[in-house]
C-alpha cells in the first residue's frame, strides 16, 4: 500500500529556497516511481518532476529545470524536492504522488509528468513566494 505525506512548505520571498519532503510507505520506496506536482490558485495541477525507482532517472518541467531538484532516499522512505531561486510564479499547493496504477507501464518520467498515471497522492503542501 502506498501512503504519502508531504511537508516543508512555506512562504519565502523570491529568491529563496525551499526544501520539501515527502514521507512514503516502504512499499513505495522500494517499488515505486514518484513525483511532484502543483496546483496554483484557478490553474490546472502541472507537473513538477518525476523520478524513477533507483533515482537514476528524472525529467522536470521546463519552467523549473536548473532550479529545482528530486531525489529520493529509500532507506529513510522519502521523497525530497529542493527548490532554489524561487520565483512568485511558483506559488501553488504542492502534492507528491506514489506508485503507477499500472506498474508495468512503460511511461517515460517525462510523460509521468501528466499526472494520471500516478495512484496515490498526498494532501500537499502549501508554497507562497512573495517578490
Known amino acids: 500500500q502506498a501512503q504519502v505525506v508531504e511537508s516543508g512548505g512555506g512562504s519565502v520571498q523570491a529568491g529563496g529556497s525551499l526544501t520539501l519532503s515527502c514521507a512514503v510507505s516502504?512499499?513505495?520506496?522500494?517499488?515505486?516511481?514518484m513525483g511532484w506536482f502543483r496546483q496554483a490558485p484557478g490553474k490546472e495541477r502541472e507537473g513538477v518532476a518525476t523520478?524513477?525507482?533507483?533515482?537514476?532517472?528524472?525529467a522536470y518541467t521546463d519552467s523549473v529545470k536548473g532550479r529545482f531538484t528530486i531525489s529520493r532516499d529509500n532507506a529513510k522512505n522519502t521523497l525530497y524536492l529542493q527548490m532554489n531561486s524561487l520565483k512568485p510564479e511558483d506559488t501553488g499547493m504542492y502534492y507528491c504522488?506514489?506508485?503507477?496504477?499500472?506498474?508495468?507501464?512503460?511511461?517515460?518520467?517525462?510523460?509521468?509528468?501528466?499526472?494520471?498515471?500516478?495512484?496515490?497522492w498526498g494532501q500537499g503542501t502549501q508554497v507562497t513566494v512573495s517578490s
Open positions: 516502504s512499499y513505495a520506496a522500494s517499488s515505486c516511481a
Open positions: 523520478i524513477s525507482l533507483p533515482g537514476s532517472t528524472t
Open positions: 504522488a506514489a506508485c503507477l496504477k499500472a506498474p508495468g507501464s512503460a511511461a517515460t518520467m517525462w510523460e509521468l509528468l501528466r499526472g494520471r498515471d500516478f495512484r496515490a
